[in-house]
């Protein structure tokens, strides 16, 4: 017995070294092919290109430029006063404007007429923000989908949009927030899914059937010259829209000009997207039209592309001051909420989410969730009520908050510097029509602490002179 077990014991050793021997002479032999570059690996013996950064040419410690954030610290009221009063004094500001200068409870220390209502422009974008941001899951997507129906007997690939007014023409593009999701990239899996099915020929129906009828503000015209400032939401759009024909191709998320926008989105893309599909190798029948709501949900998912979250997109809108985006912010808020499909719904939403948070609503008469349609009003009491929430740590709405743009480093306030010590230290968004200069935000105090802000001129003597005197009031801010 003993004999008899012992070989089968010696047998098992010498077959587990012979497997790590092998193991071994395996792994090394693939080391070696990957070194010498006969097989695709990451070591390599030929030199390579390393990634330098230049040296900054200077750093500055946090703690100097701005003491700690504490949202306790008080105001120094005779200052803040000052401040106001330089501000009516100063060249191009006239005398129809309304400033207020608030901490971080929104607790108002010094103002000029903060219950007046006044037209506010883009600021009002501050307020659809908020309800949005406060409402909305902002991590969640707006997806674009693709699915196969049969329509009487003829296989259709219905495109649905959810939303999504940034898609990209390209594929898609994870390094910026407008062209996140692309149109090629959709047409390349949603014809390696048909041709799974056997599937080589298609029409193509485009759905923009979620957001209603009622997608555009009564006479926002009357501010769109040219179609460069609003076209109404639809629930998909390549690039907000905008036709960069004969204009200077400027980087996606960081353009400055104010290109005519499409009035026909959802079917711009709609076109392009049966272009896409036919060059992956499906034949596109001529178009069937756009899709009924009997369709709707029915048939087999193709493909999905899936936009920037919504906090993302929220921070484009704000720092371009998008009038659309805002407009899509303000259904997306009215939908989830249950107020309406429509312009009324959405102002509707707006005012709600304001209320339920405490805020006033003193004045406060919306005629869009943008601010570009004519007859908007509100107080600036209103604003820095919302600037209080945006800073508070249980404010709920930090996308909205972190959206704001930074003068002399992004958005439509990058060329705006009242002071260079200041850079960094100020979040705002502006407005701008042509009888409506405004500022709204908030400043990181130099010293500590926080202090919100809010300013409107209506009819300005000279608006130019009126932009620098609030960029040199909003700078001084720091300093308080």
């Given at each position: 017995m003993s004999q008899t077990s012992a070989f089968p014991a010696r047998h098992r050793v010498a077959v587990c070294v012979a497997c790590v021997a092998l193991t071994l002479a395996g792994g090394i032999g693939y080391t070696a092919a990957d070194v010498f570059d006969v097989i695709p690996g990451p070591?390599?013996?030929?030199?390579?290109?390393?990634?330098?950064?230049?040296?900054?040419?200077?750093?500055?410690?946090?703690?100097?430029?701005?003491?700690?954030?504490?949202?306790?610290?008080?105001?120094?009221?005779?200052?803040?006063?000052?401040?106001?009063r330089a501000f009516g004094e100063a060249q191009g500001v006239g005398g129809d404007y309304s400033v207020a200068i608030a901490d971080a409870q929104g607790n108002i220390?010094?103002?000029?007429?903060?219950?007046?209502?006044?037209?506010?422009?883009?600021?009002?974008?501050?307020?659809?923000?908020?309800?949005?941001?406060?409402?909305?899951?902002?991590?969640?997507?707006?997806?674009?989908?693709?699915?196969?129906?049969?329509?009487?007997?003829t296989p259709t690939v219905v495109l649905k949009g959810g939303g999504d007014m940034l898609l990209g023409a390209?594929?898609?593009?994870?390094?910026?927030?407008?062209?996140?999701?692309?149109?090629?990239?959709?047409?390349?899996?949603?014809?390696?899914?048909?041709q799974e099915k056997g599937v080589t020929s298609v029409a193509v129906r485009g759905d923009d059937t979620l957001f209603g009828d009622d997608r555009t503000p009564q006479s926002i015209e009357q501010n769109n010259d040219e179609f460069r400032y609003y076209t109404p939401i639809s629930s998909m759009a390549i690039d907000g829209g905008r036709d960069w024909t004969g204009l200077a191709a400027e980087d996606a998320d960081g353009f400055t000009q104010y290109p005519v926008l499409s009035q026909t989105t959802a079917d711009d893309v709609t076109a392009t997207f049966?272009?896409?599909?036919?060059?992956?190798?499906?034949?596109?029948?001529?178009?069937?039209?756009?899709?009924?709501?009997?369709?709707?949900?029915?048939?087999?998912?193709l493909a999905t592309v899936r936009s920037a979250p919504l906090n993302e997109v929220m921070a484009f809108m704000l720092r371009h001051s998008d009038n659309t985006l805002a407009e899509l912010f303000g259904r997306l808020t009215a939908l989830k909420l249950g107020t309406g499909n429509g312009v009324e719904g959405d102002v509707k939403a707006v005012e709600q989410v304001l209320r339920e948070h405490g805020i006033s609503t003193e004045g406060l008469h919306l005629t869009s969730c943008s601010g570009l349609a004519p007859g908007t009003t509100l107080t600036v009491k209103t604003l820095v009520q919302v600037q209080s929430r945006y800073v508070s740590p249980d404010g709920g709405a930090a996308?909205?908050?972190?959206?704001l743009a930074l003068p002399g480093l992004t958005g439509t306030v990058k060329g705006?510097?009242?002071?260079?010590?200041?850079?960094?230290?100020?979040?705002?968004?502006?407005?701008?029509?042509s009888d409506v200069r405004a500022f709204a935000g908030n400043a990181s105090r130099v010293d500590g602490g926080v202090a919100t802000f809010a300013v409107i001129v209506n009819d300005?003597?000279?608006?130019?002179?009126?932009?620098?005197?609030?960029?040199?009031f909003a700078a001084s801010l720091t300093k308080l």
């Open positions: 070591l390599t013996l030929e030199p390579v290109t390393a990634r330098t950064y230049p040296d900054p040419v200077s750093t500055v410690a946090a703690g100097v430029v701005a003491g700690d954030a504490d949202a306790g610290k008080a105001i120094d009221r005779s200052k803040a006063e000052e401040l106001i220390i010094a103002e000029h007429e903060a219950s007046a209502p006044r037209e506010p422009a883009s600021t009002t974008k501050t307020l659809t923000a908020f309800a949005a941001a406060s409402t909305l899951d902002m991590g969640s997507t707006l997806d674009t989908v693709t699915s196969l129906v049969d329509v009487g007997g390209g594929e898609s593009d994870a390094s910026h927030v407008n062209g996140r999701a692309g149109l090629a990239t959709l047409a390349r899996e949603t014809a390696a899914a048909l049966r272009t896409l599909l036919a060059a992956q190798g499906i034949t596109v029948g001529d178009d069937a039209g756009a899709a009924d709501a009997s369709a709707d949900g029915q048939g087999e998912r996308a909205a908050s972190e959206g705006r510097v009242g002071d260079e010590a200041a850079l960094g230290l100020l979040r705002v968004k502006t407005g701008a029509l300005p003597e000279d608006g130019a002179a009126a932009n620098e005197a609030i960029d040199t």
